[in-house]
């Protein structure tokens, strides 16, 4: 299984003069805010020009916020403009810009456009690297299972950004390239998520690991553990959850070294290539999503890919425990006791809390092996956390307000929004077991996501640790056009490389 490098769009900047509108497919995007009148474009030719204005006159054209026109121009040097409405400039964010390409991506998928020419003369403020990473995302399909036949009709392969003369191209390309390759990795950690989950096994998901690490060159190696290494090691919870299905777990660690890295960062994902709950079966509606319950995993992987290639000065190790949730004749029952790898015990009330179990021994072994300066779990943990955010924003709770801080300044900046919720002790007292150290569920219905997070922090150590709950987040997003609500979002992957690659996590501090 190799992550998708589909839909990289090519990127170039040049000048109103030397924009070069050969071949066919073409079309000028031309931004407009809301009410601020007339276009701005000087590549406008005069008739596509008079014809706006006329739609602008009759407010059909107005630049709210999401709203595209596309006009037809058969005989122009491009093939048809389209009007990008950004809304009020006042409101205008990177996210802003983000949806409304979104938008835009399906007006051009439907009028056939395979190249645009971004006109920016005028528009110097607008983010270029959120433009091109939503076109990115907006124009991912998932089609392994579909006939040749029915594959989507080409889509935007080649984006100009057409500049002022003053503006230093070299910069912006560069920015834009990079928000492209940090995209097509989300589009990776997408591709592993879609995948139905018959193909997307433990075992895939190591052999994923392994071909990044392949790939990834000297800096990189993968070591998987099996069952019988995790049994030398005591991993017992993670065992425990595996114990259903007849796939066998794996513990996929992908370390990426630097030789002069002074920090060292682990990222954890849940691995769960299905969520069946257990002998604690979940409800049969709905339970095909649960496919996505490696979301962690995957936004890990893809994560870890993008650092052999973007090679910065740090050492980042990806964990991934990777098991199938499953019920049968040997699963693991309700009130069974464990013991995970660093000794504590662990009373398993419910087999549907399997997550936190696998991550127990995951987050254990990998404080101990490389004592990172800090580690961030993600993981599709609770549907509590869809309750208290929604599909709007993920959970973050953490043992280090600088660590959950320079996350969430991450997150703010590629529109993958974390809250953070509190963790006092109170809620690590309700994790406390009747007959073990510890329970793997809390009291029902109260502070659902909490109470997970205060379960896996009795993992972590000393160690800055911050937990990201992606359940809400990870698929069914409606609020994102650049996002197809049926498709995994690959939430996370931005966001940890902006993280990664900015100043913030190299400092552990969040950004002033
Ligand atoms: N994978 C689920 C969480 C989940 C729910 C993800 C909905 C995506 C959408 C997790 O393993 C789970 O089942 N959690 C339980 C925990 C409970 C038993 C304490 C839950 O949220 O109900
Ligand atoms: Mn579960
Ligand atoms: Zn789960």
Redesign the pocket.
Known sequence: MKLSMDMVTSISVCTAEDMNWEGGGNCLVVPLYRKEFPLNSALLQEEEELVLQALVDREVLTGAAGTCYYLPAPSRPYSGVLVLGLGDRKKATAESLRRAVGKAASLLKANRVERIGVDLVHFPELPVPAFVESLNLAQYRFDTYKKEEEKPAPAVREVVLVVADSVDKAALLEAAERAAFFSVAANGARHLANTASNDMTPAVLAAAAQKIAEEGGEQCTCAVLDQQRMEELGMNALLGVARGSGKPPQLICLEYTHPEATRTITLVGKG?TF?T?GISLKPGAKMH??K??MCGAAVVLATMMAVTRLKPVLNVIGVVPAVENMPDGNAQTPGEIVRACNGKTIEVL?T????RLILADALAYAVDTWKPDCIVDLA?????V?IALGHVAAGVVGSDSALVQSLVAAGESTGERLWELPLWEDYEEMMEGTFADLSN?GPEREA?TIT?AAFLKAFTGDTPWAHIDI?GVSYGIRNKPYLKPEYATGFGVRLLLEWLTGRTAQSGQASE
Do not use: H, K, R, S
């Open positions: 769960v969520d709950g999503e649960m996505f319950d419910n549907d809390a399997e997550g599709t943990l609770t549907g509590a869809v569920i659902g997970g359940a």
